[in-house]
């Protein structure tokens, strides 16, 4: 908010008495009775009202200076100073005058996520790129789109782009499977989530056996499909009425052009008083389990 420039525009016109101002709200303020000293309290609650006329002067030099934009600047809602422009993933103002959480920076358009709607959620204007292709860092870092490289550039000298697309890297693992314990006859699924550029295959495997999961095996299945985020490809392996045959460590394997990487987990499998004893010992072991995913990554 601008009041501050206001304020100072203000006391600078009531010094120079012999100006005259058009549509000055203070326009009907006798200008010889008013003191030299002007009470700033008194002016802040007269300009609490919005009113356009605030706008009429703009003094460039008056303007704070807007430092450490990161996304560039935008000028307030007189159209007068510059200031910082709002972040991917800030809430902005819809109408194009920055009146109250303001205007998004470079590169950057405040759009309402439909998707809100679905979860429930009250949509609340953001600012998104405008660009939605990834670039590579020359720090070796994939930057899912331009404005978040600016943003990562602003703060690292010297960082440039080194190619449109994803840095080529061989496969990572954003999300390996987690330790399972379950009873026999019940059914359980790892999951492993990779990101890579060029794309990769993922194939699971029990280690001590060369086999490519599911085989054969019917009680067995996997499910591999892309996401959850661009470049990303997730995959699951799932086993039904789980005997005692089926304990041991599993291995997600992901492998692309430039090489591969594994992630393992170790499946559990408990008899029916096994598992009442594991599930009341490990209550609080397992509800406190974190299941929380980091989707939010800007670069890997
Ligand atoms: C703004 O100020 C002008 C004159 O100072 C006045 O005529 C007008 O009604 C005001 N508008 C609002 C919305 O307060
Ligand atoms: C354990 O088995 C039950 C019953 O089949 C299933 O609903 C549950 O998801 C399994 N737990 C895990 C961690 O896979
Ligand atoms: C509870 O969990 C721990 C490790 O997570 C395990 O060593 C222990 O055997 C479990 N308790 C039971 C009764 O299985």
Redesign the pocket.
């Known amino acids: 908010m601008p009041w501050g420039r206001v304020i100072l525009a203000l006391m600078v016109m009531s010094l120079r008495k012999t100006e005259t101002f058009p549509n000055n709200k203070f326009e009907d303020i006798e200008e010889d009775v008013q003191p030299p000293e002007f009470d700033l309290t008194l002016l802040e609650d007269e300009t609490d009202s919005k009113n356009t006329s605030e706008c009429d002067r703009c003094s460039p030099e008056l303007c704070p200076v807007a430092v450490g934009c990161r996304a560039g600047v935008v000028l307030d809602s007189c159209g007068c100073c510059s200031e910082c422009g709002n972040l991917e993933g800030q809430s902005c103002d819809l109408d194009s005058r920055n009146t109250f959480y303001g205007l998004c920076g470079s590169d950057l358009q405040c759009k309402i996520d439909i998707s809100d709607l679905g979860r429930g959620e009250v949509p609340e204007p953001q600012c998104v790129c405008k660009f939605q292709e990834a670039v590579c860092g020359s720090d070796g870092r994939t930057y899912m789109n331009i404005c978040q490289f600016k943003e990562a550039a602003f703060s690292t000298a010297g960082l440039s782009i080194k190619g449109n697309g994803p840095c080529q890297t061989v496969p990572l693992i954003k999300v390996p499977p987690h330790n399972?314990v379950?009873?026999t006859g019940?059914?359980?699924?790892f999951l492993c989530e990779v990101f890579a550029y060029p794309m990769a295959l993922i194939e699971w495997r029990k280690d001590g056996n060369d086999v490519i999961l599911p085989g054969d095996d019917p009680h067995i299945s996997v499910q591999s499909r892309g996401g959850p985020m661009k470049y990303e490809l997730s995959s699951w392996l799932q086993i039904e009425d789980l005997a005692p045959g089926d304990a041991g460590t599993y291995r997600c394997v992901a492998h692309n052009a430039l090489g591969s990487i594994s992630a393992s987990a170790v499946l559990g499998v408990l008899g029916p008083d096994e598992m009442a004893a594991y599930l009341s010992e490990n209550m609080s072991e397992m509800f406190g389990y974190d299941h929380s995913r980091d989707y939010d990554e800007d670069y890997y």
């Open positions: 399972i379950n009873a019940s059914s359980m699924s």
